[in-house]
């Protein structure tokens, strides 16, 4: 399914001629048909002959509402520029062709209209030479030129002939499984409740899709769905489609919204664009100049900062960030328009290279307009990785939302990135930017030696410290751990690889004296704090850390070879018995109520047993 847009003079003809065309009458207001004259957006639609149903957006031809016009042309494939024989080239056509131009709209016709009030074949000759000149260095520098009158009907076959030809060769409307529907209409139906319409891209639409609206982020489901007043249950890409949805009151949207599935899009009201100043402004575009942004259905007021020029002289391209006054969704890759406020005048438009840069960008900055002129210009895998930047892995999704990709060819910009070593493929299928990647492990190598220098009797940083001090995920912080081989993770400890604990012939010493006393009495072992008299507290968790000594109780501990005696032990009474109490565990290691309860209470909490009333029987990690 296409559509196409028809633009021109408020007295060229163009709602007569789609009356001609479709047998719909466009105006809907009656203003417009007691002025005779489009004010706001009319839609209507007819079936090609080669089968294709094609959607026809009438936008107003008046200047004074170019802006309703703005609001319609956003979704169109092709154009229809129409000029009257009887007036030729008007102002407003010249807008009209620079903002087709701006908009990127390379496919349309020039239609030639009302040849009827014309009599001589030479003064229609002289006015098709005119346009010819005048459309010669924008999109439609070769727009086929055809004769009609919508009052006699001469020409019109001929114009469905060229309008069919033209839309065949455009590629197929592409299906990223990201539905849009920009709002250029919303109502409400008695007994169904609120309608939206407007020009699907992106992705289909469903009856029962769950769906958000942006920028407010209420959400709703589809009730409904008509493309050209015919009742459907899947929308296609291309197509004009109006939308019943349950949930969502018609007050609460707004021409301008966008219709998308839920966490699809976010809005932004900082933008980073590549613009294109028209020639036929009469003054520079300067930093800070407020200006009406136009892009989709949605408008704003904005404030200008221009990235890499004192001013932008008419006719010249440059980077500009934008402040919107509004929140807006908008993805990479929209067109958009700048017009002044007041007064009103089209002074340029381009190109959405970043929708949510997420910061003010410091101006003249080289870095930052070649990190712009990658996301713009670069191979599919420079967009990837630049779409992957942020220390934080992201999901194919994102990346698909980013770059505007089909999925075949994100699949290929993957791979084009992987091979060149720009992207790096976490083991949960998300993705970091190569430098991303270092970058992080060269923070966690650093954290760690900076753990090691201050704490060398420590055998490790504790995990959760490294996740806290790096501030990712815990999730982000295995993986990383699991895909590198200079850092060691042991349990909740993770210490750099080369890194091992070394005593003092001193500090050996002290710590011969400890595990003698230790082992003299071995179930009735000096407390935490006698220990750490004898050996110095450093030395004292540095044999924690090593397990030389296992820590039961903030006051309790014993030699690794005590403690294996003691679970050994109370695993034996309870495969003898079938349980085992305090009282039992005491009298069998000859040990006394405090360090028997404290042991107990600790292999409970590590699953070596478990506890039923006063008994405990065999835990889940209890050992064979």
Request: proline share 5%; hydrophobic share 40%.
């Amino acid at each position: 399914m296409r559509v196409v847009g028809t633009a021109g003079h408020v007295d060229h003809g163009k709602s007569s001629l789609v009356r001609r065309l479709t047998g719909i009458d466009p105006d809907r207001l009656a203003e417009e048909k007691a002025r005779e004259m489009t004010i706001d957006l009319g839609f209507a639609w007819l079936t090609l002959p080669d089968g294709e149903t094609l959607g026809i957006v009438d936008v107003p031809g008046h200047r004074d509402f170019i802006e309703n016009m703005l609001a319609g042309v956003g979704g169109i494939d092709a154009a229809l520029l129409v000029i009257a024989a009887d007036e030729g080239v008007m102002p407003q056509t010249r807008e009209h062709l620079a903002i087709l131009d701006l908009l990127g709209i390379t496919s349309g016709i020039i239609v030639l209209s009302k040849i009827d009030m014309i009599d001589d074949a030479d003064w229609l000759d002289l006015v098709e030479t005119e346009i010819l000149d005048f459309v010669s260095n924008s999109v439609l520098a070769n727009a086929p030129v055809v004769r009609v009158s919508a009052r006699t009907g001469a020409g019109i076959d001929t114009l469905i002939t060229t309008l069919t030809h033209q839309l065949q060769q455009l590629a197929p409307r592409t299906d990223y499984n990201q539905p849009r529907l920009p709002v250029d209409r919303v109502f409400s139906i008695s007994g169904f409740g609120t309608v939206v319409t407007g020009t699907l891209s992106g992705g289909t639409l469903q009856i029962g899709d769950d769906i958000e609206i942006q920028p407010s982020g209420l959400k709703g489901r589809i009730r409904g769905l008509q493309s050209y007043k015919q009742t459907v249950t899947v929308a296609l890409p291309g197509s004009r489609v109006a939308v019943n949805i349950v949930g969502i009151e018609r007050s609460a949207i707004t021409r301008g919204d966008v219709l998308a599935l839920p966490g699809q899009l976010h809005p932004t009201t900082l933008i980073d664009v590549y613009f294109r100043h028209l020639e036929a402004v009469d003054r520079p575009l300067l930093h800070n100049a407020q200006v009406k942004f136009f892009s989709g259905a949605s408008e704003s007021l904005a404030r200008v900062r221009l990235l890499n020029d004192e001013q932008l002289a008419p006719g010249i391209e440059g980077w500009l960030q934008l402040e919107l006054a509004n929140p807006i969704s908008l993805t990479r890759s929209d067109r958009f328009i700048l017009r002044y406020p007041s007064p009103a005048q089209t002074i340029g438009g381009g190109v959405i290279v970043n929708p949510q840069p997420g910061k003010r960008w410091r101006r003249f900055r080289p870095e930052v307009i070649t990190s712009l002129q990658t996301q713009m210009q670069g191979t599919p895998a420079e967009r990837i990785t630049q779409a992957a930047a942020g220390e934080m892995p992201v999901k194919t999704a994102h990346l698909q939302q980013a770059t505007g990709y089909t999925t075949v060819e994100l699949d290929l910009a993957l791979q084009e990135a992987l091979v060149q070593r720009l992207i790096v493929q976490l083991p949960d299928n998300t993705y970091l930017t190569t430098a991303d990647y270092q970058n992080l492990l060269s923070r966690m190598i650093k954290e760690l030696q900076i753990f090691h220098a201050s704490e060398p009797l420590r055998a490790g940083m504790p995990r959760e410290e490294l996740r806290s001090r790096l501030n990712i995920k815990n999730a982000l912080l295995t993986m990383l751990l699991e895909m590198q081989s200079e850092m060691v993770a042991e349990g909740s400890i993770t210490r750099l690889k080369t890194h091992e604990i070394r005593f003092t012939a001193a500090q050996q010493q002290k710590i011969h004296t400890l595990l003698a006393k230790m082992n003299a009495d071995p179930f009735t072992p000096p407390s935490y704090a006698d220990a750490a008299a004898i050996t110095g507290e450093p030395v004292l968790k540095a044999l924690i850390d090593l397990g030389r000594i296992i820590q039961i109780a903030p006051d309790v501990i014993f030699t690794d070879s005590a403690y294996e005696t003691l679970v050994m032990g109370v695993l034996a009474i309870i495969d003898e018995h079938g349980k085992v109490d305090a009282k039992g565990v005491r009298d069998q290691f000859n040990s006394s109520r405090k360090y028997v309860i404290a042991l107990l209470e600790y292999l409970d909490t590590v699953g070596i047993t478990q506890r039923q009333g006063d008994d405990r029987v065999r835990g889940k990690h209890a050992p064979a």
